[in-house]
């Protein structure tokens, strides 16, 4: 979903930003004043929690509903913080092709356990690969603590957070490190993925998919592997498919100029996205439907790993100005 997501290879790799670097003001001002910071690019994110709103089971149905524009306000939350928490980057994807391809043609996982995979890569390898998966546990984590807590804004917020990387690691392009295709001669197709496709087809999808099981396990969150697996499983079909459309379009018609908040970008044509998405054969629904379904999965088995606590409505009603300076005190 995210342009932001670029910027992470726009810096060297093994670059960590020191206090001094993280400029408060800077930040604040990007985030009032540039409209494409919260204007563009995440209406997918959004509409994501709107629908697992819609999908999770009853009590957490009723309490997400309450705080229903809450909850899709703050779906970018983690995009933001990428701008201006050290570490941040790196939580939202995973380069699965950086860890190789075994004798047998499938791919190499690295372990699922934190301290194993750091003895086998070293943290800072792993972090340059991107720690999606291993953060989507700990964020797991949050929310059960967040509900044994009974902290409404904290339950909120952690719920934001990890409905936000779950649906990024949903991303084919977020478990490569091709991830714009820059190596393969396919630049900017990560915005046309994940962007312009879901801005232009996703009212016409059947979101909601099938009925959830009412079942939890405290391991479903291990499933996140299986997410990883099943996204780079697509980027054959991501990559090919826009093969093919650009050589069927044409590059002087596969371009054209579009207006996003204040700035003027080329970016793949109407007649690309129609003919791309085409091609796709539905991946870009079933992947934000799967995304969906994870999301309220994840939220109920914490709630019940938490012990079913009893939600308590509390006031809510801090403005986002109110929230970023209590962050900026912290
Ligand atoms: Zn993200």
């Known amino acids: 979903m995210h342009p932001f997501k670029l910027l992470r290879h726009n810096r060297p790799k093994n670059s960590r930003w020191n206090n001094n670097q993280r400029n408060y003001g800077a930040w604040i001002i990007a985030v009032i004043s540039c409209p494409c910071l919260m204007g563009w690019g995440f209406a997918a994110h959004r509409k994501i929690v709107d629908v697992a709103i819609q999908h999770v089971p009853e009590p957490l149905h009723e309490f997400f509903k309450h705080h229903r524009n809450w909850l899709v306000e703050h779906a970018l939350d983690a995009d933001l913080r990428k701008h201006s928490v050290i570490g941040e980057a790196e939580k939202h994807y995973i380069d699965l092709d950086e860890f190789g391809i075994s004798e047998y043609d499938s791919m190499c996982l690295p372990p699922a356990r934190w301290d194993e995979a750091i003895i086998l890569y070293g943290e800072k390898c792993l972090r340059d690969r991107g720690i999606g998966p291993w953060n989507v546990a700990w964020q797991y984590q949050r929310l059960v603590e967040a509900f044994r807590s009974q902290n409404q804004r904290r339950i909120l917020q952690c719920a934001a957070d990890l409905a936000h990387y779950v649906a990024d690691l949903h991303v084919p392009l977020h478990t490569s490190a091709n991830?714009?295709?820059?190596?393969?001669?396919?630049?900017?197709?990560?915005?046309?993925?994940?962007?312009?496709?879901?801005?232009?087809?996703?009212?016409?999808?059947?979101?909601?998919?099938?009925?959830?099981?009412?079942?939890?396990?405290?391991?479903?969150?291990?499933?996140?592997?299986?997410?990883?697996?099943e996204s780079h499983r697509c980027l054959d079909l991501v990559f090919n498919a826009e093969k093919e459309t650009m050589e069927e379009i044409g590059e002087t018609n596969a371009f054209s100029y579009t207006i996003r908040g204040k700035a003027r970008q080329k970016m793949r044509s109407e007649a690309f996205i129609s003919c791309y998405h085409g091609k796709l054969n539905g991946q870009v629904e079933q992947r934000m439907t799967r995304s969906i379904q994870a999301c309220s999965i994840y939220w109920y088995a914490a709630w019940v790993q938490a012990g079913q606590p009893q939600l308590q409505e509390q006031q809510t009603n801090k403005s986002r100005l109110d929230a970023l300076i209590e962050w900026l005190k912290n």
């Open 179 to 229: 991830y714009d295709g820059a190596a393969s001669g396919q630049n900017g197709i990560h915005a046309l993925w994940e962007t312009q496709l879901p801005e232009a087809y996703m009212d016409e999808y059947n979101l909601l998919g099938p009925d959830l099981p009412i079942s939890w396990s405290p391991h479903c969150v291990d499933s996140i592997w299986d997410v990883i697996i």
